[in-house]
């Protein structure tokens, strides 16, 4: 980190500063200028500093961070990439992991039939959830444990391991009971309870990127999970809060390349809700392939004009299972597999 | 809400468009033009309906929203304006309300000195964070129970009413015991599970609107607090994410009239975290008074340069007695007291 | 379009909306449903209207835009997709148009020698400004006629089809007796006095979308030229300014299918202006490519080091030819051709 | 500015960099950390590098700028406050200004009876657009010249100076003959064309913020201007573009202040593009003279219903007048005239 001091501030100001990084711990390395004072801090754990501790100091002009604020997340940390096996299915090897099923679990036959549906179309994750987090609180809130049950049986029908959100701290036990990962929601991504409960579980966790998260804000939720001792965590790119109306949201696509330079998780693409539109999603799944990314979620409904959510953005199974087989070859193109 | 098809949908898309909506229980207006059909669903509860049960229906072009999606939060709702009383001190009133702290409590004497101080400057209530929400594990958590038993005593010596964070479900409780408001920070706006934890008590909420939500969503959660049975709520705009990188958040002062002619509910400005910066607070808290704000909430520090979090966006009391004084100009100024 | 009325309006606000739509040469459709009536703009020509026209009248509660507010960019106008023949080189067709050259012309050496390279790593056209549009009035501002004479040179010696930009309507005829193609530029895509200009001229115009432009807005720019008699006009998506700090702007992955899906126009992708950081350039290529981009338009420096403007997006000529080479093997597996 | 390198670079990269800052004529001072080494460049007109200069050289991590790129525009060029004499009304000084009229003049009979309304309200100067930059190009241009007549023709009956939008290089002798000050439109903040032709005429130049024009973007245009020579410039905040739907634009009032701070230039607010709904304009205007705006633009219409253009954003003469009212006890809340 570097405390840029303004132009001509007082050596008395200058002192303090330095006496500042002393107390926390640090190194200081004083470069004087002609016109301006710059405070190098110096030390392995940089990281930790909050710029706020300077920005407040008199006679500082700008505090500038160096390191990224995050360090189990970062390339440094690991040689490589994290590869999380769940059961046998692999998320961040050469394979191209794909998670799909229904917006929410609707009941027992909907569930099963998709799971079926999906497998026979490509999956390698069965997911449907449970525990919904609505913008209305008129509208259908989930099935909740009963949801997770149903999924179970999906799973022990069709061998494919299940993803499903949990929203709440006080919920981690029950979904946990049920689940193979664990999905944070975009409105949970700096939902940092919830977050430190999972830390301590020691299920893989997926965390979506919020709405207006900043792609390191979003390697810092992760650091959440990985600094409370759990090693398996992925994030997810999905759709971003522009000032664009055609789309509901706008599926940032830098977003795979960047983190993928600055970390070692894996990546996945969800361009249902990146999009909100299931004319687009074929479309933005093979871009996101071609970017880098290491598994695609979709939304599969048996019949999406009866989804009672997302509807709008979700796949029939004939759709889905098309747009398999159009991204075995792009995936190909670019050395992955599916 | 309308439904208008695809130029020369077939009639059987437009049956089953229909039919749809009388099985949801809502009568059907049919408006045949030239080139499309419109439908137009009918009721009293039309705003509980998701767009999204029309937009997956084969041959929809699109479905339009004529009604908020809010009721109670709405000034159809309740006539005149909410105004909450919390041992005396109202928000919502001819009266401007100030909300005014640190950020963290840090200590025992810390919160206590700067009780007095913000009184004496002019407070209305005393804010001051037990519980942390922080994009970095590394950083300062708050002090939990702790802190709120300083701040409980800080409202024992000064008869300040006391505002903090709550950020889980499981915390509503002891937090509950100490507080006389609960706030949701903008990481939480869409935190339902807490939301609903939260309607269920019987103190007022303070909702921050989410960096990334829209006037229409936080009134949506306003909604949800409300329609569980608590009916004092006020919501806070407090920045909003854009593309600016000379301030932290763009401080949205058009919701404040927005707000004010779509609900009823009282609305505060937090001019710290809409801008991040301590130089800019005033004109955008003058700013925000003269725009019809109900009140307004600033970080005041006894030391801001050693603060644990937020020094850069934190007035000295200093700063915050005049600050009060050139603020009771502008609302007499605008029709309000303080 | 669609006016939608107050709840309760009046009967002589309803027929001040009529006669308004009668008055400007439009059929009435009226729908009076219990709580609200809607009136329907019935005519062929409904896209030529603005909102505005209806909002600003008392008793109307919202104006609804049915129709897409263009007509000749639309899908309805033109059977098929727009295909665009510069002496011979296609873009809009089966293979994928690759525009490549430096950001600005240097000198005559350096945009000779680009070119050859260029053309030998796979380009189809050479790019390269002369007129440079520079957010400081202190940075280079391109060489004018000069550099628009090395570009002539340049094609006659590699056979290339040459696009550089244009920036104000004074300028048009100078350029376009050197240019094969237009470029307008990001911070010009809303200047109609140069769009008209453009419009009057033989050849092509490229069409960048503006860093807060809408796909709609877009369209409309489009439009301009269109509808001023010039039929040879694509479109480029090259990042929208948002929230993320990480990229210098965020490539609009989505806008491409959406643009297919409403215009027959021919869309390039510019991953170097989309990203900001040559490291990020051939995974957003590709991306853009298996979203069904048209082409690829991206800057190429012999020494990108040494480049008087936009080195930290520019590629080498190695690294260059190596996209080539990966992009080839995406356009082919989405049934393309490079 | 500071180059800061990668950790472990190379001495061959550090020289290379030394080596550019020495030939581009500026001072290196040199700061070896543990870790990584920082290159400051020293020297009186550093405020004119491009980072790019530097971000594409093997071994640099990040180049942070320290000084703002603008001089002329700067708080540290002009001491105090910039304050433009327009025929005797003042813009910058203790009196707010206040640009009133139509959006577009619609006809002679029009444009001179708002005149003397506005005139009656209070309005120091008349505004009024004869060359429109439409979104569509079937939407009402402008007259073009016979509007500057009638616009002179105003400004004789009332003593109004006039404000009028000029939109190409091409048009700035023609409406340099009829204006007072020239006005830069959003679509046009960055079109340096226009900027320079502008920099080279005698009268005031009034420079609107783009929709999506950073702050520092903003103030660069204003130097495009100042360093041609007409050091007569004020800037204008109009909102900008977030995703928030509910208003045209976001008001960003948080830039009135921030302006302040880097700039002597005056600050005009523009609540009515600002909010796109003429219900706010009311609420945003004061809080853009309480937050310190030298001026307001705002637009009037005799009639918005009957508006050719921006009908929905318009006051009434009658509500225009009773705007005045309440603006004048909010600029002597803040110290300021009317």
């Given amino acids: 980190m570097i405390v840029i001091m303004k132009q001509g501030a007082a050596p008395e100001r200058i002192e303090a500063v330095v006496k500042r990084v002393e107390e926390m711990g640090y190194k200081v390395h004083l470069s004087r200028g002609e016109a301006r004072t710059i405070v190098g801090i110096i030390g392995a754990d940089d990281y930790k500093i909050h710029q706020d501790s300077f920005l407040a100091l008199d006679g500082v002009e700008n505090v500038v961070r160096i390191m990224q604020p995050f360090k189990l997340a970062s390339r440094d940390f690991v040689e490589g990439n994290t590869c999380i096996d769940v ?102 991504t700096q939902n940092y309870s919830l977050l430190k409960a999972l830390s301590r579980t020691s299920k893989p966790v997926f965390v979506k990127r919020g709405m207006s998260t900043t792609i390191q804000e979003l390697l810092m939720s992760a650091e959440y999970v990985l600094s409370g001792g759990n090693m398996q965590v992925m994030v997810c790119e999905r759709g971003i809060r522009t000032f664009e109306p055609y ?10 390349p960047a983190i993928k330079e600055l970390s070692h998780l894996p990546v996945i693409a969800d361009p249902a809700h990146g999009t909100g539109k299931w004319e687009l999603v074929g479309a ?18 048996p019949d999406p004009s009866k989804a009672w959510s997302d509807g709008a953005q979700s796949l029939t199974p ?14 190909e193109a670019v050395g992955r597999k599916m």
Same sequence: chains 1, 2, 3, 4.
């Fill in 87 to 188: 059961n046998g299915a692999k998320i961040g090897g050469e394979q191209i992991a794909v998670f799909a099923g229904p917006c929410s679990v609707e009941s027992r036959e909907m569930i099963l039939e998709t799971a079926h549906m999906v497998k026979e179309g490509g999956a390698t994750f069965l997911r449907g959830g449970a525990f919904k987090p609505r913008s209305s609180p008129y509208s259908f809130q989930g099935l909740g444990e009963e949801g997770l049950q149903y999924l179970a049986e999906a799973r022990e029908q069709t061998g494919l391991p299940v993803i499903t959100e949990v929203m709440s701290p006080d919920e981690v036990e029950v979904v946990g009971e049920y689940t193979d990962i664990f999905q944070v929601g975009a409105r949970n």
């Fill in 247 to 256: 789309t509901r949201f706008t599926f940032d696509v830098n977003a795979i």
């Fill in 284 to 301: 933005v799944a093979k871009a996101a392939v071609a970017a880098g990314a290491d598994g695609i979620m979709v939304e599969v409904h």
């Fill in 318 to 331: 004939k759709r889905f299972t098309k747009l398999m087989q159009e991204l075995r070859a792009v995936a």
